[in-house]
């Protein structure tokens, strides 16, 4: 059984901070390339974030470069997405997902194992 959970989500002034937390049962999660994605209403699901199998390469989007970073912790199973600074435009369902390669992919075709999702909302 292979089960990503994703939780943290929630809402959130501008300018405020949240942490995203992404627990997972893969068995090979330390070989697994780790990435954040997010939909909002009526627009397609987008990349966030991605982290290479060791953590030691991150990739990010350029609407959130600066000021979400991601991390994971191989020995936990679980992967993390730190934001702050959030804006309205950040307000979306994140979801975390897997990969089995060596290569971080911004395509949502590319990950094999996906979270459920959890909202994140950002207003004044």
């Known amino acids: 059984q292979v089960q990503l959970v994703e939780s943290g989500g929630g809402l959130v002034q501008i300018g405020g901070s949240l942490r995203l937390s992404c627990a997972a049962s893969?068995?090979?999660?330390?070989?697994?390339?780790m990435g954040w994605f997010r939909q909002a209403p009526g627009k397609e699901r987008e990349f966030v974030a991605g982290?290479?199998?060791?953590?030691?390469?991150?990739r990010y989007a350029d609407s959130v470069k600066g000021r979400f970073t991601i991390s994971r912790d191989n020995a936990k199973n679980t992967v993390y997405l730190q934001m702050n600074s959030l804006k309205p435009e950040d307000t979306a369902v994140y979801f975390c997902?897997?990969?089995?390669?060596?290569?971080?992919?911004?395509?949502?075709?590319?990950?094999?194992?996906w979270g459920q999702g959890t909202q994140v909302t950002v207003s004044s």
């Open positions: 997902a897997a990969r089995g390669s060596v290569i971080i992919a911004t395509s949502e075709m590319l990950y094999d194992y």
């Open positions: 893969l068995q090979t999660f330390s070989s697994s390339v």
């Open positions: 982290i290479s199998r060791i953590g030691s390469n991150t």
